[in-house]
């Protein structure tokens, strides 16, 4: 993504809430798209798995996620979407949350054959997150750490 803009995610209701649980803006690198529900009637949401991957490592050597969280995004005033290589593996390179004239953009790349790439553009965006991990991920590196 590699975008220079500052991030919008202090900006919107909630996002202060989320930069305190991880202790900074996170860049939900790794993390899961869970759903993405858009409705041409009302607001849609984007639902994520992330976590912190810490520095420290187990006795196999991958590196130790905590705070674990299922992120949720609310969209109101959907006015432009774009989406692609959505398929049962949604991992996620890298999600920024940025402000334009009118709106706000969700923008995220996929992690190669792995991910889902997109942008949402909505006039408001706010974000809340439900602590501990979902029933079923999908992200299996969840599951045991990372070694990347």
């Not at 790794?30 to 529900?37: A, H, I, P, T």
């Not at 432009?80 to 398929?87: A, C, G, P, V, Y």
């Not at 995220?108 to 809340?128: N, P, T, Y």
Request: contains cysteine; charged residues 25%; negative net charge.
């Amino acid at each position: 993504m590699s975008d220079h803009a500052p991030s919008a995610l202090p900006e919107i209701p909630g996002g202060a809430a989320l930069i305190e649980w991880y202790g900074f803006v996170p860049n939900f690198h790794d993390g899961f798209v869970l759903s993405v529900k858009l409705a041409s009637d009302g607001p849609g949401e984007i639902r994520i798995h992330t976590w912190r991957m810490t520095d420290r490592t187990d006795e196999k050597g991958y590196f130790i996620l905590d705070r674990h969280a299922i992120v949720i995004f609310a969209l109101e005033g959907v006015t432009d979407i774009n989406l692609s290589e959505f398929n049962e593996i949604g991992c996620i390179s890298e999600l920024g949350v940025f402000r334009g004239r009118d709106c706000f953009e969700i923008r995220w790349d996929g992690a190669g054959v792995l991910g889902v790439e997109g942008s949402i553009r909505a006039r408001r965006i706010s974000v809340s997150f439900v602590p501990g991990k979902p029933a079923k991920s999908g992200a299996p590196w969840a599951e045991v750490g990372t070694n990347n």
